[in-house]
């Protein structure tokens, strides 16, 4: 993908919703969409963002996506929330969930939040940043299709099913921690076959189960999980949470994110909102001083401190724009 200039987050949130209008996806999708993608990009993440561009525009195309989504929200209980995504993007039907789970969670001090009938959902510190900024302690999940083979096999079941957590501070910017439970998120490998490098020993295995740097046989294959059997068992914990529970599709059961082709992926999301307590200001002393106790250890920093450096950068200088992502 060749890269031409550099532009505003802003104007790049103007370009992305426009390249959705021009394919028939309604304004506040459109800006729900463009704003995660976006945000993604600028904290460095990049196969969730301005590459996904093109992915989605072809699955509206086919309707993979549902542009006309009703989004449903149902509450079972009065502290848990399941909402109906409609085959649409994961977006809008996360904004209400963030808009539900906030009101809950402060209302009887946590929250339980699950989408179904999903997709692709991005960063996940996106939306759990957006959870801290509200005050609570975030904690989010998401199942992916198959990407990952059960500890031992070599055939892909789990998905790369990623955690996020965020913690507000008092007086400096949440905590964010987002890891996916391969090595590296498969969006990297996504982006290297786009870019056509290759990829790190260890990342993944060919569909033979060998190790291999091509990012082609890598996605054909499996990836890796982080710290192999304990990894493999947080695949399945985040498994029965994000899918099992909230109704969404297993992940080896549910279609490509990238190919337009096919039945809509149909995935879920679980995400937990926890009130720190009346007793705040205990809390946040409490946590300073765990946080300060680590940043204290020579050659140590805390989770997230990488990304608060990228979306410095990308406010100071903007972002390097593809030249062609928004002609599809």
């Given at each position: 993908m060749t890269l031409e200039t550099r532009v505003s987050i802003s104007e790049a949130e103007q370009l992305v919703k426009k390249a959705f209008l021009k394919n028939g996806v309604k304004e506040e999708v459109a800006a729900s969409v463009s704003t995660a993608l976006v945000?993604?990009?600028?904290?460095?993440?990049?196969?969730?963002?301005?590459?996904?561009?093109?992915?989605?525009?072809?699955?509206v195309k086919t309707k993979k996506i549902n542009v006309d989504a009703k989004i449903k929200?149902?509450?079972?209980?009065?502290?848990?929330?399941?909402?109906?995504?409609?085959?649409?993007?994961?977006?809008?039907?996360?904004?209400q969930a963030i808009i539900e789970g906030t009101l809950i969670g402060k209302e009887y001090g946590s929250a339980v939040v699950s989408i179904f009938n999903s997709h692709h959902c991005g960063a996940l510190s996106v939306q759990v940043e957006r959870i801290a900024n509200r005050g609570l302690i975030g904690l989010m999940m998401a199942n992916t299709p198959k990407a990952i083979a059960p500890w031992g096999g070599k055939d892909p079941f789990f998905g790369t099913n990623p955690i996020a957590f965020a913690v507000p501070r008092k007086a400096k910017d949440p905590l964010v921690i987002d890891l996916s439970l391969s090595k590296v998120a498969r969006g990297k490998i996504m982006h290297a076959k786009k870019v056509n490098t290759k990829i790190p020993e260890g990342w993944a295995l060919d569909s033979s189960g060998k190790p291999t740097t091509d990012p082609d046989q890598a996605?054909?294959?499996?990836?890796l999980p982080i710290g192999e059997a304990k990894g493999s068992a947080l695949a399945l914990m985040v498994e029965i949470l994000a899918a099992t529970f909230s109704g969404g599709r297993p992940s080896n059961e549910a279609s490509s994110f990238l190919n337009p082709d096919g039945d809509p992926p149909g995935v879920g999301q679980f995400l937990m909102f926890i009130d720190p307590g009346k007793d705040k200001g205990s809390f946040f002393t409490r946590l300073e001083k765990l946080l300060l106790n680590i940043e204290e250890i020579e050659g140590v920093r805390l989770p997230g401190e990488r990304r608060k450096k990228d979306?410095?950068?990308?406010?100071?200088?903007?972002?390097?724009?593809?030249a062609n992502f928004v002609d599809p």
């Open positions: 945000a993604a990009e600028a904290e460095g993440q990049v196969g969730h963002g301005f590459s996904r561009v093109k992915d989605y525009i072809a699955q929200i149902d509450h079972p209980k009065p502290t848990s929330i399941s909402i109906d995504a409609d085959y649409g993007f994961a977006y809008p039907a996360l904004d996605l054909k294959g499996s990836m979306i410095q950068k990308s406010l100071d200088l903007g972002l390097l724009l593809p």
